[in-house]
């Protein structure tokens, strides 16, 4: 999938789609960064995502839901914890003195949609999908095609496909914002957000 630009109030943001966990993104993020020179790096997870590749510690557990993840993934290539693009995007961007905001919706913010959209019998079936994932079959044929069979089974029920559209609701708002504090904005999206977040920001 091929960067994408959108010019807003004067300044361009440039989109990047990555898969999350598969350590050859790092080198995607280099080359990006390296080419397009931003005054701002956007990335699409939380603050405090960003706050735990500061001190990551490779003794702390991971949820069950991500160590499938990445189980799977690895089917299609090496994959690394923390994951290799958002690393990798930090400390270029700490070498080089370089702004990097997190644009995904914070814990507190996850915790509210999770009240408000999620009801206890949601809750009940997502807990049963989650049960599946051990022997789970997926059938993409490489890494991206297997993250939209993730994505689609994850919110495949309703009320967790509206967590999603929040959070590409929160993505696009945040890059709204940036775009008019710095001229040339590079946004890391994972690629199973990257169309939604891309449509709601043309609409803003």
């Known amino acids: 999938m091929a960067m994408k630009e959108i010019k807003i109030d004067g300044s361009i943001i440039h989109f990047l789609p990555v898969i999350h966990g598969l350590t050859e993104e790092g080198k995607k993020v280099e080359k990006a960064i390296n080419e397009i020179k931003p005054d701002c790096v956007a990335v699409g997870i939380s603050e405090e995502d960003i706050e735990a590749i500061k001190e990551y510690d490779s003794q702390l557990e991971m949820p069950p839901q991500y160590e499938y993840y990445l189980l799977y993934l ?17 400390e270029i961007c700490n070498e080089k003195n370089i702004e990097i905001h997190p644009i995904d919706v914070n814990d507190d913010e996850y915790a509210d949609l999770l009240i408000k959209n999620v009801s206890i019998i949601s809750l009940i079936r997502q807990s049963r999908k989650m049960k599946k994932l051990r022997n789970k079959k997926f059938k993409a044929k490489n890494a991206k095609e297997f993250v939209f069979e993730w994505d689609d089974f994850m919110t495949s029920i309703k009320a967790f496909k509206k967590i999603e559209m929040a959070r590409e609701r929160k993505m696009a708002e945040e890059l709204k914002k940036l775009a008019k504090r710095y001229k040339r904005v590079l946004a890391i999206i994972p690629v199973e957000r990257y169309e939604g977040v891309l449509n709601r920001l043309e609409k803003i």
Not at 74 to 90: E, F, L, M, Q, R
């Open 74 to 90: 690895s089917n299609y290539g090496k994959v690394s914890v923390p994951p290799a693009d958002i690393k990798k995007a930090y």
